[in-house]
Nanobody
Framework: RVQLVESGGDSVQAGGSLRLSCALSGDTWSVCSMGWFRQGPGKEREEVAT????????TYADSVKGRFTISQEDDKKTLILRMNSLKPDDTAMYYCGARTCGAVRYDYWGQGTQVTISS
């Protein structure tokens, strides 16, 4: 099994920056990719950014390209999301997800960390 714990959510003004962290533990060897997802008020959960464990290949939602950066630290045990030029539309609960090798979908999730952007 895999455990994920997010941190770093906060309330900031538009134009500000935040750094989210997700600590990965447990059967880390079984994880092939990790990602950040978010769910805003009244919205469905959407993919924000993903990264593969082997080659660190990343993907981004169009809405965050050029503003957000996904990366790994601590021997890939910590997933980072650096968020710049934040907008009110970025307000959401942000979740860290892990997809184990062989899984079709992300199969492990953290509890989420709240990001609130005021105009």
């Amino acid at each position: 099994r895999v455990q994920l714990v997010e941190s770093g959510g906060d309330s900031v003004q538009a134009g500000g920056s935040l750094r989210l962290s997700c600590a990965l533990s447990g059967d880390t060897w079984s994880v092939c990719s990790m990602g950040w997802f978010r769910q805003g008020p009244g919205k469905e959960r959407e993919e924000v950014a993903t990264i593969t464990m082997d080659t660190a290949t990343s993907t981004y939602a169009d809405s965050v390209k050029g503003r957000f950066t996904i990366s790994q630290e601590d021997d890939k045990k910590t997933l980072i999301l650096r968020m710049n030029s934040l907008k009110p539309d970025d307000t959401a609960m942000y979740y860290c997800g892990a997809r184990t090798c062989g899984a079709v979908r992300y199969d492990y999730w953290g509890q989420g960390t709240q990001v609130t952007i005021s105009s």
